[in-house]
């Protein structure tokens, strides 16, 4: 690649980053153009993130050069990267709870008429943008509440509002539903359209290829493959990103142990969800799916105690819980893994061996105090149990998606719970480990514990759960078996009741592949 001969684009030539000793990006070369999209992929691990922290100025290369339109190109940090044009979309949402909408999309650079900072204007051009992703949300209402899905559109909106020259998204649709989603690939179109570059790392290997005009695989830290469109086969991906030939496919669970552990019954939440029955048997994965917004989310906040509900009741092995704050539903036997793991989940400071061992301090301390010894041999045999790989003493945050949610899960089974559920088990993880955590879960369901498994993903939910609920707009709206789980018959359960543009989104959803062809 001759970056210089070419003026436009932001280029990158012998790209080298270490931590520690260790090469994560090994003399990558890349480069976009202004109004393409370049898909960016490879398993957790291989260099993705580290590349854009570098190009949006997060990280300082050790080694290589970059060129931005032809002029040398080295920000210091991602508001030097900002001003020159390069903005960085997170995968995690970085807003601040207690503004506004509108105050967060235009924080830093309110608009002001005669010294003050002119409302009407930041309200008027937030709304705006905001009509430009197809978001509909009052821009004066807290963010504080506000779901994943539509934080991570606001996040969207905030860095669009600057309207750079280059755009770098990082999984900004992991934690968005299909129709969500349509709407953030919708606006890279428009982008492109308009000039823009535009980077869009995501696992989601059917959004890359709709929406690339070039596809670069990243493996260990190298770059292993290009393709010069998007139509290229899932299946030649998925072996450059793993180095090998690659079959998925989804494994039937084993049958239940036929008797209930859990028992919800008429649960509701004022304004929220109502009329929730179902139980949960040993041995089963029960799934719940839904658009995002269904009350999916809320549903199992209610059973592991981190809302109260107004109405019903949560049975445990036939005892009344009080469903009133997690601690007394962890002490019961049931704990949560949340969506949210770097937000909710982890504390990303502290090492994946704390993370493990930080919700069962009480019980694991010896004379007060839990000791270095206990908490390493705790990790050590969490570690083989899921598989982890990386240095458990470091900081969680330095290892892969993956890992990090391996450790989440490992953490809340510590002590063998009665129920376990997790809430979008794989968001933001790499086709290698999801399957591995699929493999998990599948074990423990073997092994009797009762499962719930939330997820946007409707292969997902399909492939693990021997029985599945589905909601729509707080209600529930029918409990299907594995035989009857259909994707036609999700989609039309999803929709009753549904808002009045559903139509137009169920278009969208009835090309998600079947339950017999499953997709990475």
Not at 465 to 482: A, D, E, N, P, Y
Request: some cysteine; overall charge neutral; glycine content about 10%.
């Amino acid at each position: 690649m001759n970056a210089e001969a070419d003026n436009s684009g932001l280029a990158g030539v012998g790209l080298v980053k270490a931590y520690s000793g260790v090469t994560v990006l090994k003399s990558v070369d890349f480069r976009v153009s202004p109004g393409t999209v370049v898909g960016l992929v490879g398993e957790n691990g291989a260099g993705k993130s580290t590349l854009s922290s570098v190009i949006t100025g997060v990280v300082k290369p050790d080694g290589g050069a970059m060129w931005l339109d032809g002029a040398d190109y080295a920000p210091s940090s991602p508001a030097e990267a900002l001003r020159q044009g390069v903005a960085l979309i997170h995968q995690e949402t970085r807003l601040i709870q207690e503004l506004s909408v509108a105050e967060n999309i235009f924080i830093g650079r309110l608009p002001r008429h005669g010294g003050r900072v002119d409302w009407g204007r930041v309200r008027r051009d937030a709304r705006a943008v905001l009509d430009s992703l197809g978001v509909d949300l009052d821009v004066r209402r807290p963010v504080r509440g506000l779901s994943m899905a539509v934080q991570q559109e606001i996040e969207i909106a905030k860095a669009i509002s600057r309207q750079p020259r280059y755009v770098v998204f990082d999984e900004p649709s992991a934690s968005l539903g299909e129709s969500e989603t349509e709407h953030v690939l919708e606006r890279i179109r428009v982008l492109r359209a308009a000039g823009t570059g535009v980077v869009y790392i995501s696992h989601r290997l059917d959004e890359v290829r709709e929406v690339a005009d070039e596809i670069v695989c990243l493996r260990d830290g190298s770059r292993v493959a290009s393709w010069s469109s998007g139509s290229v086969p899932k299946e030649a991906i998925i072996n450059a990103m793993v180095g090998r030939e690659f079959t998925y496919e989804h494994v039937p669970p084993k049958p239940s142990l036929g008797h209930a552990v859990l028992e919800v019954r008429g649960l509701g939440r004022r304004g929220v969800f109502a009329g929730i029955d179902f139980h949960v048997e040993a041995g089963e994965v029960f799934g719940i799916a839904g658009l995002v917004g269904a009350g999916r989310t809320e549903v199992v906040r209610a059973i592991a105690g981190v809302d109260r509900p107004d109405e019903g009741e949560v049975v445990l092995e036939g005892r009344k819980l009080p469903c009133t704050s997690p601690q007394s539903a962890i002490r019961a036997g049931i704990v949560m893994v949340p969506e949210d793991r770097k937000g909710q989940g982890l504390n990303l400071d502290r090492s994946a061996e704390e993370n493990l061992t930080l919700p069962w301090e009480r019980q694991l301390a010896r004379g007060g105090l839990v000791t270095r010894k206990v908490i390493r041999d705790v990790a050590a045999v969490q570690r083989r149990k899921f598989d982890v790989r990386g240095n458990m003493a470091l900081p969680v945050k330095s290892m892969s998606g993956g890992n990090q949610q391996k450790i989440l899960i490992g953490k809340w089974l510590v002590k063998d719970p009665k129920v376990l559920i997790v809430d979008e088990p794989t968001r933001g993880v790499d086709v290698g480990a999801k399957m591995a955590i699929y493999e998990i879960i599948r074990s423990l369901a073997a092994g009797g514990m009762a499962v719930i498994v939330v997820s946007s993903e409707l292969e997902e939910v399909l492939g693990l759960s021997h029985r599945v609920l589905v909601m729509s707009r707080g209600r529930q709206r029918g409990i299907l078996t594995r035989d009857e789980a259909t994707p036609q018959r999700v989609i039309d359960l999803a929709f009753q009741a549904a808002s009045a543009n559903a139509p137009t989104i169920k278009a969208e959803l009835s090309s998600a592949p079947s339950a017999s062809t499953p997709q990475p």
